[in-house]
């Protein structure tokens, strides 16, 4: 069986995988971001590896599949490091200055909804306990009552 790749056939598949890679680095700096930002325990974080390297895995299993015909190129392992290392060495700081102003930004706002929800969630609780506590005094003050008047 003969497999022909032409050159721009083979400078398509080395630029995706290129893309690729910084895929990979951007999922990897989500990864990153909750690790710094949770602090997970150990097992945790070792799923969380394990899963990022079984996606990718699994995700350059079917590159091979779609762009080489199922063959192991390795120009295509070099596109996703050169691809990883260039995302990590330009976008990666972009992308983690995005996401932790999105953080700081949903902080912000969660508290500022939540601060007024929770003092309207007390206020609604203690009124409620009040009325509850008058109710119940009122029906305990009957039940003893016609205690005390039974001889």
């Given at each position: 069986?003969?497999?022909?790749?032409?050159?721009?056939?083979?400078?398509?598949?080395?630029?995706?995988s290129?893309?690729?890679?910084?895929?990979?680095?951007?999922?990897?700096?989500?990864?990153?971001?909750?690790?710094?930002?949770?602090?997970?325990?150990?097992?945790a974080?070792?799923?969380?590896?394990?899963?990022?390297?079984?996606?990718?895995?699994?995700?350059?299993?079917c590159?091979?599949?779609?762009?080489?015909k199922?063959?192991?190129?390795?120009?295509?392992?070099?596109?996703?490091?050169?691809?990883?290392?260039?995302?990590?060495?330009?976008?990666?700081?972009?992308?983690?200055?995005?996401?932790?102003?999105?953080?700081?930004?949903i902080?912000?706002?969660?508290?500022?909804?939540?601060k007024?929800?929770i003092?309207?969630?007390?206020r609604?609780?203690?009124?409620?306990?009040?009325?509850?506590?008058?109710?119940?005094?009122?029906?305990?003050?009957?039940?003893?009552?016609?205690?005390?008047?039974?001889?």
């Open positions: 069986m003969r497999l022909d790749f032409s050159n721009s056939h083979q400078l398509i598949t080395f630029l995706l290129l893309a690729l890679g910084a895929v990979f680095c951007i999922i990897y700096d989500i990864f990153r971001f909750f690790h710094k930002k949770y602090s997970p325990p150990w097992i974080v070792f799923l969380g590896d394990v899963l990022y390297f079984a996606l990718a895995a699994a995700v350059t299993f590159f091979f599949i779609m762009f080489s199922g063959m192991i190129r390795v120009y295509v392992y070099f596109g996703e490091l050169l691809g990883f290392i260039l995302c990590r060495l330009s976008l990666s700081k972009l992308f983690w200055f995005i996401l932790t102003g999105c953080d700081k930004v902080t912000a706002v969660s508290k500022a909804t939540l007024p929800l003092r309207l969630l007390k609604a609780k203690f009124k409620a306990d009040k009325r509850i506590r008058k109710v119940a005094n009122k029906l305990f003050a009957k039940k003893i009552k016609k205690v005390e008047k039974t001889p």
